[in-house]
């Protein structure tokens, strides 16, 4: 039997301030250690199988005279019950530590998604958008939640209220989600299977988006009209009413016209080509140049300092509202997208153009995926001849009432 020192009182306890190691009586083994004034601390010396050990019991005074003879005690107990009440701390503090590490919030979650598919989005404001969405509409409900508490009723609650009225944002929200919690899965957050998958699920609970969603065409001309519109378009000053002309006579998106610069343009062999990092499929995309497009760059002013064809007068790209406002002014109820669907529908029903070609000239990707994948080439001569004659229409004369 260890021997016991006498008992200090609380008072004794509080007094010891030089340096050394103090015994402090009633329970063999309990030490107070002190190395100065402000640092003291209890330790319960004994034998653990063959090994001593010193085990410490805690800061004095955050932890009292009274409460170290208790730990002291309990910790002597497990050692007569075979136990290391060493070992077993160090487990509990592991145990606590790996239940910390497996609890995710939603949102930390999100954060932890958008980090990594941060590189996936071709600009920032995909990233703002993908972020504000679950911003807005998830983390409401879902943002303080850990994942691994998340079910079907959480995700109906976030979708129901928007299903109807807001059915495209929705329907990316749900997606957002599932993104979320698959990665949540994947990391071993929560198990499977994600309550925000569509097909065989979410798809028995929510109506199909095609079946509420309003579809909402981009406003475009009339085909007809359009050989009438372009010399009244050409009478409008400013790079922007350019740009418009260039991305109407190339059939381009707004956006690649508004970012199209001089080293993308060859001006021998009369093309552009977009690379793949500005172009929605991710493709790089050769474009034609009619001699109405080749007119437009012509007439052109190089400006310095910047290699952009169609150049902001403050620096920087054009936005895609400067080019809507040409068309305001004009009081013509389209937008500058809104041409795309005006050349497709007059290639398909004025023209005998394969629908390939037509679908290549408009850079859009092969629906059939099969087809897709044995594709190798882009049509460039055919689609040269399809651009020549649509600059031929967009120059017809019309006659006057």
């Not at 009723?153 to 919690?181: C, D, P, Y």
């Not at 499977?192 to 109506?207: E, I, Q, V």
């Not at 001089?262 to 990092?277: G, K």
Request: aromatic letters at 6%.
């Amino acid at each position: 039997m260890p021997k016991r020192a006498r008992a200090r009182s609380a008072i004794e306890i509080r007094r010891l301030t030089t340096p050394g190691i103090y015994a402090a009586g009633d329970v063999a083994g309990l030490h107070l250690r002190v190395k100065h004034r402000d640092s003291r601390a209890w330790i319960l010396r004994v034998v653990i199988g063959a090994k001593r050990r010193d085990i410490g019991l805690g800061a004095y005074p955050s932890v009292t005279l009274d409460e170290a003879r208790e730990k002291a005690r309990a910790a002597r107990r497990q050692i007569a019950e075979g136990k290391d009440p060493v070992q077993e701390r160090r487990q509990a503090r592991a145990t606590l530590i790996a239940a910390h590490g497996k609890t995710r919030t939603f949102n930390e979650a999100a954060k932890a998604v958008l980090t990594w598919k941060t590189r996936e989005f071709r600009n920032a404001k995909h990233a703002k958008q993908w972020e504000a969405t679950l911003e807005t509409y998830a983390a409401p409900l879902l943002g303080s939640l850990p994942v691994a508490s998340i079910e079907t009723g959480h995700v109906v609650n976030v979708l129901e209220s928007i299903w109807t009225k807001k059915t495209e944002t929705a329907t990316r929200v749900r997606q957002r989600i599932e993104t979320v919690l698959d990665w949540a899965i994947a990391s071993g957050y929560m198990t499977g299977p994600n309550p925000a998958r569509w097909k065989g699920h979410l798809d028995k609970l929510l109506p199909h988006a095609n079946k509420v969603r309003k579809v909402r065409h981009h406003r475009a001309l009339a085909y007809k009209d359009l050989p009438a519109f372009m010399p009244r378009l050409r009478e409008q000053a400013g790079l922007a009413a350019r740009a418009l002309e260039f991305a109407i006579v190339t059939v381009g998106r707004s956006g690649e016209v508004r970012g199209a610069t001089w080293a993308e343009i060859d001006r021998e062999a009369h093309l552009w080509t977009i690379p793949a990092e500005r172009m929605k499929a991710q493709r790089a995309h050769r474009v034609p140049l009619s001699a109405a497009a080749v007119r437009v760059l012509e007439a052109l002013p190089v400006m310095e300092g910047t290699d952009l064809v169609f150049p902001a007068a403050r620096g920087g790209q054009l936005s895609d509202m400067t080019l809507i406002a040409v068309l305001r002014r004009m009081e013509v109820d389209a937008v500058p997208h809104g041409f795309r669907a005006t050349f497709k529908t007059w290639a398909t029903e004025c023209t005998a153009t394969p629908h390939g070609v037509i679908e290549a000239a408009l850079a859009h990707a092969l629906a059939d995926k099969t087809e897709a994948a044995y594709w190798r080439g882009d049509l460039l001569a055919k689609r040269r001849d399809l651009m020549d004659a649509w600059a031929v229409y967009c120059a017809e004369e019309t006659e006057q009432p």
